[in-house]
């Protein structure tokens, strides 16, 4: 995942939470992906 030209998750990281989400409960999937938006965007503010 590229933001501002800059990598800030790898390709295999990015697959494998991709494949989290696609594989959690699907009353746990909200919660899932929410949290992954919160990490990335708390990832790219501390750069």
Do not use: C, W, Y
């Amino acid at each position: 995942m590229i933001i501002d030209g800059r990598q800030i998750i790898s390709d295999s990281a990015l697959v494998a939470i991709t494949l989290m989400i696609a594989e959690s409960r699907p009353e746990e999937k909200e919660t899932m992906v929410k949290l992954v938006m919160n990490f990335l965007s708390k990832q790219n503010t501390h750069d």
